[in-house]
Nanobody
Framework: QVQLVESGGGLVQAGGSLRLSCTASGSIESINGMGWYRQAPGKQRELVATISRGGTTNYADSVKARFTISRDNGKNTVYLQMNSLKPEDTAVYYC???????????????WGRGTQVTVSS
């Protein structure tokens, strides 16, 4: 069994900050890419940011210069520091990890259950 558990969501005023965390646990051999996605009501899930095992990052244009993704490989944890939050950042934020389970032959993607971020104007 592999689990991804997010934390850190909540309600914040526009211009404020939040830090999301996501920890992968279970029978994990290795974790490749990790990332954050979000889904607002009535919209499709979209990429927010990704980070490779080596630290290469990628961001959606809408969050560049405001959000920072990082990871701690020793803790199987990925973070998302969100600054200068806007009402349009309101969504459920999902953690994603592309990982190899112990005993498996190939890696696959796993998702957390999501954490709500609400930004009030």
């Amino acid at each position: 069994q592999v689990q991804l558990v997010e934390s850190g969501g909540g309600l914040v005023q526009a211009g404020g900050s939040l830090r999301l965390s996501c920890t992968a646990s279970g029978s994990i051999e290795s974790i490749n890419g990790m990332g954050w996605y979000r889904q607002a009501p009535g919209k499709q899930r979209e990429l927010v940011a990704t980070i490779s095992r080596g630290g290469t990052t990628n961001y959606a244009d809408s969050v560049k210069a405001r959000f920072t993704i990082s990871r701690d490989n020793g803790k199987n944890t990925v973070y998302l520091q969100m600054n200068s939050l806007k009402p349009e950042d309101t969504a459920v934020y999902y953690c994603n990890a592309y990982l190899l389970r112990s005993g498996s032959l190939w890696a696959q993607a796993y998702w957390g259950r999501g954490t709500q971020v609400t930004v009030s104007s």
